[in-house]
């Protein structure tokens, strides 16, 4: 019996410093993101006031790069079961995201003075500075109410101005794409690396021919997105309301 409630008791303890070490890792990646968003967003408007959006592109873009790349970890966290999160959602938006910075954007130097690349950028920058930080507070488990309410407010004008910034983006890179062999004439499965190919199973569409066929995809996939997170939204307010009245009447 003593052996046994020994071995529950090392278990139990194992499972707390997993536990533990997880959270410190969440915690510490959610505030590099939002530390390196919130840098972005500073180089960002220096940037815009010295050279308009030439100069926002020029100072903030290689970092907004950068820090969405680094954001296809939040895919594998829901893929290994280290959050609840639908790691297919999660991976088709970051796909997406960093699709247009990467691809289109970084790919096309003659968009680079477009003002829908900086005010996609400022969207997307201002949406992770509340983001991130949120959820660092929720694994800690001292995320504010008003912190909740402004996670799933923000959105509400930031999701358009960054999905009509995309499109936009998009738009008038079409024609510069189609000017480059390497994105116009070649299959996509060029653009991934060779050991991947047979197991991503790509198109043989060209990357520009794949973009024609997002525009009409975006769209659709951006509502469902937005439409859910009003759902989120009514669900996570409305509990945070609940728990807020059930303290209250505790207090009396």
């Known amino acids: 019996m003593g052996a046994e409630e020994a071995r529950r008791r090392a278990k139990a303890s194992g499972a707390r410093a997993r536990a533990a070490a997880l959270g ?28 308009g959006p030439q100069g926002a592109w020029a100072a903030a873009g290689p970092l907004c790069y950068v820090m969405q790349c680094a954001a296809c970890l939040e895919v594998l966290h829901a893929a290994f079961g280290l959050v609840k999160a639908n790691w297919s959602s999660a991976a088709l938006q970051w796909v ?19 003002t829908a690349v900086a005010a996609m950028l400022g969207a997307w920058a201002l949406g992770e500075l509340v983001r991130y930080p949120w959820y660092a507070l929720t694994v800690l488990g001292a995320c504010p109410r008003a912190l909740t309410w402004l996670r799933y407010t923000a959105f509400i004008p930031l999701y358009p101005v960054g999905f009509l910034g995309e499109m936009v983006c998009i738009v008038r890179a079409l024609p510069h794409l189609e000017a480059r062999p390497r994105l116009q004439q070649g299959p996509l499965s060029d653009l991934v690396p060779e050991g991947l190919r047979h197991v991503m199973g790509l198109s043989p569409l060209s990357y520009h021919a794949f973009m024609m066929c997002m525009l009409v995809y975006y769209p659709v996939g ?31």
């Open 24 to 51: 410190v890792y969440l915690v510490a990646y959610n505030l590099a993101q939002a530390a390196g968003w919130g840098l972005a967003l500073v180089l960002l408007t220096q940037g815009w006031r010295a050279g």
């Open 96 to 114: 997406a995201r960093t699709n247009v910075v990467a691809l289109v954007v970084a790919e096309t130097p003659e968009v680079w003075g477009e």
């Open 222 to 252: 951006w509502f469902s997105l937005y439409s859910h997170m009003f759902r989120q939204r009514r669900r996570k307010l409305a509990a945070g309301a609940g728990a807020e009245g059930g303290e209250k009447k505790k207090q009396k």
